[in-house]
């Protein structure tokens, strides 16, 4: 009997919710002309929906019926929540018992620290989820209705909301949310909840019980400094780079400038809205943007990429190398040396697929602007979604690997070489002598 470990749990249950999705979008129901995607283009936006990316390849509200949409909000909620939550979330409700394995598998899923209140925390990861949902899109529903029917101005609430607080970056209109560049509800609202969704599901719950700042744990504490600094240097560097560029911020007033500034520039983190042309940005702003993707959001959350505390913790590692510190001390707490060797593998193991995927699309893309290529790449990767003007034009090999990449996105690129490697649990019985090796 083959014994699976929680790795090869999560690869297999993120493929399975993958698969039916694909499956649900090639019925022509799912389409408005009645012809159903081929399989190619419905796995990419089967992927991108459970992987919570918003890179697409037909345009969301002119391409799928209500049917098809609905579909997507699903596939986006259980890919958001993470496939073992919502089992969990049934489980609940039918009563059954939640065993250790179950546990186990929902502890790797949330990258919780230990078995302890996993439950707890399951729990209230839906209410939280409902609560601000429900909140955003009564909001944007409410805004909506000003220009456009209430059920429709309800429908978009709802759709966009899920979208938002998920990370998914999936709209309704074919420019995204261009035309509210310098709407302050639209901006605010939206940002607030795919910040909140990628802030991470423990961070929400550690706020929200111990509500004092030096009561916080310390993964807690750096997510919430490294966002607030990256988010704020953000906005000011996008809004320096772009203020002259008459194809993104050249043209508007200084008020929308900021707003379209400051939305640009914490949303490469996490969601793939946009609310400029990504196309028309100076070289300088994707090549920084690309940099947030890799970042990413937090741990636990419904964003992807390394994740902000594993940049973090490579980023105090790095210090206590050039001041010479054995132990890496934050906020008067000493940080785990393995810890430090699990930050360094994620970030490397990310260079890695990112850099075989880039290199394989420029085989398959041959003639493709290189600089596109690897926005994309690395957008898929973060599960973002933002895209420089390529996914449309990608061919059918080059579909599946941005495909296959923003998988490894969502699921994790330690949990995807976990899942592949060979592991013993047998402890070395023989340490070799040590001997040093030149550095740098």
């Not at 060979?422 to 070799?432: D, F, G, H, L, M």
Request: with cysteine; hydrophobic share 50%.
């Amino acid at each position: 009997m083959i014994k699976l470990q929680p790795a090869h749990i999560l690869f297999l249950g993120f493929l399975g919710l993958i698969l039916v999705g694909t499956c649900l979008f090639m019925v022509p129901a799912a389409t408005r002309d009645r012809h159903h995607l081929s399989f190619i283009d419905a796995l990419f936006e089967a992927t991108s929906a459970v992987c919570v990316t918003g890179l697409a390849v037909v345009d969301t509200g002119t391409t799928f019926t209500l049917f098809g949409q609905i579909v997507l909000l699903v596939l986006i909620q259980v890919g958001g929540w993470g496939f073992m939550t919502s089992g969990i979330l049934m489980f609940i409700i039918l009563g059954k018992k939640i065993g250790l394995k179950q546990r186990l598998i929902l502890k790797e899923s949330l990258n919780y620290f230990s078995l302890q209140g996993v439950i707890k925390l399951v729990q209230r990861v839906i209410l939280i989820t409902l609560i601000v949902e429900a909140i955003g899109a009564l909001v944007l529903a409410v805004r909506w209705s000003q220009e456009m029917s209430w059920g429709k101005a309800i429908y978009y609430g709802i759709f966009h909301s899920i979208s938002a607080f998920n990370n998914a970056g999936f709209g309704l209109e074919p420019d995204s949310l261009s035309k509210w560049v310098g709407d302050p509800t639209v901006n605010i609202i939206i940002t607030l909840l795919f910040i909140v969704g990628g802030i991470g599901f423990f961070v929400i719950a550690d706020v929200l019980q111990k509500k004092k700042l030096r009561k916080l744990s310390l993964h807690t504490k750096i997510a919430l400094l490294f966002t607030l600094l990256i988010n704020l240097v953000s906005t000011i560097i996008i809004f320096l780079l772009e203020f002259k560029n008459p194809g993104t911020l050249g043209d508007l007033s200084t008020g929308d400038k900021w707003w379209a500034a400051y939305f640009q520039g914490v949303v490469p983190r996490t969601a793939g809205f946009n609310t400029i042309d990504i196309s028309q940005l100076t070289i300088s702003s994707q090549v920084y943007m690309m940099g947030l993707m890799f970042i990413g959001a937090s741990s636990g959350s419904t964003g992807g990429g390394i994740k902000v505390t594993t940049f973090a913790l490579l980023l105090f590692a790095l210090w206590s190398v050039l001041t010479n510190k054995e132990d890496i001390n934050v906020f008067k707490r000493r940080i785990p040396k393995p810890l430090v060797y699990r930050a360094l593998s994620v970030a490397v193991l990310a260079i890695i697929f990112i850099f075989v995927t880039f290199f394989l699309l420029t085989i398959t893309e041959k003639g493709a602007d290189m600089s596109k290529v690897l926005f994309e790449t690395i957008s898929a990767f973060g599960t973002v979604g933002l895209s420089a003007g390529l996914t449309g034009d990608l061919s059918p090999m080059g579909r599946i690997l941005i495909t296959i990449m923003m998988f490894i996105g969502r699921v994790g690129p330690l949990t995807m070489a976990f899942a592949f490697a060979i592991r013993s649990n047998n402890k070395a019985k023989i340490r070799y002598p040590e001997e040093n090796i030149l550095i740098g």
